[in-house]
């Protein structure tokens, strides 16, 4: 059954646009910066053999990113159905334009070569593919980043293995060797490979935490913020789905003779301060409030190991009775009544999840040990007992917490469900 709906591929895939048109503006900058960088260095140490085409093409190139940028701006600020087509085509061709200048710069300087200064040349002439390399990646865009390094290794290794196979065409430039390019082209390459890498979990990192968020988000509805961000890191429950959880039961001992004979302003005060008693020690333990059935509450802890659900509703339960002391004493002061309540703790498999028929959403938890913890809370009521407890809920306690508690078992059940269960009272030890 789907509940929470998640973040679709679709809207994933627009969030991601959406970062990706931010850092496209940005890029657009350093596009620009790029430019200037390579004409400043062109000029300073490509030689007099080939500073003219350098200029030529860095212009158009400069002009080219410009127009580009702008149209890419305007289609994103036009809110048009077909702008996402468009900006994608834009993309494409910024793609192209980014390893044309960069595999021309590449491939100009070895087939030209420097007059002068050729280690600096060489090393000006991969500047422009290593930085639009990353440019590319921080589109955000694996394909595009793929396509880019491609174009430009092909072409960088196609011009070396025509050098290699006729070494006496002249091919290299005469300040170029075998030597020093192939560590530039693998470098790229190995650049590239890393690039692509981190772009692709770069993209599943971003989708996975607008997911978490999302989920996050719909379960806040229902469930206290940090139960809510721990069940988000956990897979959350999107679906409901079996899952263990550690049950609470709380309900007012002899409830129906007190509003009897107490007055409705009275008997509404006592039932809405131990309603916020209960649900203020809740979420302090990490549970989940239910719901709210009568006199009676529901609670359920399902986050984290089982061991950790037992000991962290068990603790809730301890805070409710002193603070139930507390209220108590108040009470008492004032000329009240005292309030009494029976707790009952379960655990065990359950259907947990936001359950939503189109009209109404509720978090809750379904499963035979929800029965079985009515009926546990029914023996407490009968037997005038704090809390019981189920065997199955004792054994998840750690040794130190069981050593703190008084067990006693008690006597088997002629109900149907608890008969085969074995139940037991729970109290603290004095200190």
Same mark, same amino acid.
């Given at each position: ?8 591929n ?7 646009r959406?970062?990706? %048109?931010?850092?496209? @503006?940005? +890029?657009?900058?350093l596009h &620009? ?6 004409l $400043?260095?062109?000029?300073?140490y490509?030689g ?6 350098h ?14 940028g702008?149209a ?5 600020q036009?809110? =048009? ?5 468009t900006?994608e ?34 090393a ?6 290593? &930085? ?6 921080l ?15 092909? %072409?960088?290794? *196609? ?5 290699a196979i006729? #070494?006496d065409?002249?091919l290299?430039g005469?300040h170029?060797?075998? *030597?020093?390019?192939?560590p530039g082209?693998?470098?790229?390459v ?8 981190g772009v ?6 971003v989708?996975?935490?607008l ?11 229902f ?11 956990? *897979? $959350?429950?999107a ?5 263990h %959880?550690c ?26 301060d131990i309603?916020?008693?209960?649900h ?6 990490? $549970? ?8 009676g ?6 986050? $984290? =190991?089982p061991?950790?659900?037992a ?6 339960a301890r805070?409710?009775?002193v ?6 004493r108040?009470?008492?002061? %004032?000329g009240q009544?005292?309030? =009494? ?6 655990? *065990? ?16 938890v ?12 029914a023996?407490?009521?009968a037997?005038?007992l ?8 004792? @054994?998840? &306690? ?9 067990l006693?078992?008690?006597s #088997? +059940?002629?109900c #149907? ?5 074995? &139940? ?8």
């Amino acid at each position: 059954m789907q509940t929470v709906q998640l973040m679709t591929n679709g809207e994933a895939t627009t969030v991601v646009r959406l970062l990706q %048109a931010a850092s496209g @503006r940005r +890029s657009l900058a350093l596009h &620009l910066l790029i430019v200037l960088v390579l004409l $400043g260095t062109a000029q300073g140490y490509d030689g007099s053999a080939h500073s003219a085409s350098h200029g030529v093409v860095l212009a158009i190139y400069a002009l080219c990113s410009v127009c580009l940028g702008f149209a890419d701006w305007r289609e994103s600020q036009s809110g =048009r159905a077909d702008a996402d087509a468009t900006i994608e085509w834009l993309a494409w061709t910024a793609t192209l334009l980014n390893a044309g200048v960069a595999l021309f710069i590449v491939v100009e300087h070895m087939l030209v070569g420097a007059e002068t200064t050729e280690e600096t040349a060489a090393a000006v002439s991969r500047l422009p593919a290593f &930085l639009l390399l990353l440019q590319t990646g921080l589109s955000m865009r694996v394909w595009h980043t793929a396509l880019f390094a491609a174009l430009v290794s092909g %072409a960088w290794g *196609g011009t070396l293995l025509l050098a290699a196979i006729d #070494p006496d065409h002249a091919l290299l430039g005469p300040h170029v060797t075998l *030597g020093e390019e192939v560590p530039g082209l693998l470098t790229f390459v190995a650049a590239s490979l890393v690039v692509i890498d981190g772009v692709r979990r770069l993209r599943g990192a971003v989708a996975a935490a607008l997911r978490m968020e999302r989920e996050r988000t719909a379960l806040a509805r229902f469930v206290p913020d940090r139960v809510a961000g721990e069940l988000a890191r956990e *897979g $959350g429950l999107a679906t409901v789905r079996s899952r263990h %959880a550690c049950l609470f039961a709380l309900d007012i001992r002899g409830f129906s003779a007190f509003t009897r004979g107490h007055a409705q302003d009275e008997v509404v005060r006592a039932l809405l301060d131990i309603r916020a008693l209960t649900h203020v020690a809740v979420t302090e333990h990490g $549970g989940i409030l239910d719901k709210y059935v009568g006199d009676g509450i529901l609670a359920q802890f399902v986050v $984290g =190991r089982p061991e950790g659900q037992a000991e962290a509703a068990l603790a809730c339960a301890r805070t409710i009775a002193v603070r139930m002391e507390a209220l108590n004493r108040a009470r008492a002061r %004032a000329g009240q009544a005292l309030l =009494r309540t029976a707790i009952a703790l379960h655990a *065990g498999e359950v259907l947990v999840g936001v359950f939503d028929d189109g009209h109404r959403a509720e978090f809750t938890v379904l499963g035979a040990p929800m029965n079985l913890l009515a009926r546990i809370e029914a023996r407490a009521k009968a037997d005038n007992l704090a809390m019981a407890a189920s065997d199955a809920f004792v @054994r998840l &306690l750690g040794p130190d917490t069981r050593a703190d508690l008084v067990l006693d078992e008690l006597s #088997p +059940s002629d109900c #149907p469900d608890t008969r085969d269960t074995r &139940l037991l009272a729970l109290g603290w030890r004095a200190t």
